[in-house]
């Protein structure tokens, strides 16, 4: 059911390191070359468990795989909320398309998947940083009523506004810019908005959403971990 797609890291890896450093200025697709000083929309890259909440008359709770196991506190939070009553709320009289799409107004049973980062206390190893165990959205996919194989991505002032609807937090934009800017602000490191911490890293976006020539949607991330391994391999740590 929908799996969240690969994002790719923004440089190449070095395969022949044992820590697989990346190799800056080596990009890891032609598209982010080609669009390098377009401008794109940063927001933080968050350190935890990919989370699907799929609604089609019931819910289900999935992680980034069918699969996939959820931390225990992770179903104890969602467990306690209302889900289908907060997916009608939602989605039940909003029609959420694009202008020129064929998506029609959300009818009976829609399906649709919120994807999500599952992060705080328990989840995971050092995702306790981020406080108690919570939800996080980040994209939310819509299948389309005439062409059930189609699927349609919210823009993020329609997630933003699920978020709201649902009572989840919501991964915010924290700047803007090139490609160059944003490997910069990883390089340097930069505070995290859950805490007195560094962010794990950024997840960028084309301000104006592209897919590649296989369907696939332009989406980059980087580590600051990536530059921290970088470093540790160049001194022979």
């Not at 669009?35 to 019931?58: P, Q, S, V």
């Not at 329609?158 to 989840?168: E, L, Q, R, T």
């Amino acid at each position: 059911m929908k799996k969240y797609h690969k994002i790719n890291t923004l440089w190449k890896r070095d395969t022949s390191t044992p820590r697989n450093v990346i190799v800056p200025l080596d990009w890891a697709t032609a598209e982010f070359e080609y669009l390098a000083d377009n401008d794109w929309e940063f927001t933080e890259k968050l350190d935890g468990t990919n989370i699907r909440l799929i609604w089609f008359g019931d819910v289900n709770i999935m992680g980034k795989t069918d699969d996939a196991m959820i931390p225990a506190p992770l179903t104890e939070v969602l467990d306690k909320q209302n889900l289908a009553k907060l997916f009608d709320k939602a989605f039940n009289g909003n029609s959420y398309k694009d202008p020129s799409s064929p998506l029609r107004h959300l009818q009976d049973l829609p399906r649709v998947c919120l994807y999500g980062e599952g992060v705080g206390a328990r989840v995971h190893q050092g995702a306790g940083k981020y406080g108690d165990p919570k939800f996080v959205l980040f994209d939310v996919a819509v299948r389309d009523v005439e062409n059930p194989d189609h699927w349609w991505w919210l823009d993020r002032k329609n997630v933003k506004d699920v978020a709201k609807k649902m009572g989840f937090e919501f991964s915010p934009v924290i700047g803007t810019g090139s490609l160059y800017d944003m490997n910069d602000m990883v390089k340097k490191g930069l505070p995290s908005a859950w805490g007195d911490f560094k962010a794990e890293g950024i997840v960028a976006r084309p301000r104006v959403p592209m897919w590649n020539r296989r369907g696939e949607r332009i989406i980059a991330k980087l580590k600051t971990k990536d530059f921290h391994d970088l470093e540790l391999h160049r001194s022979g740590s």
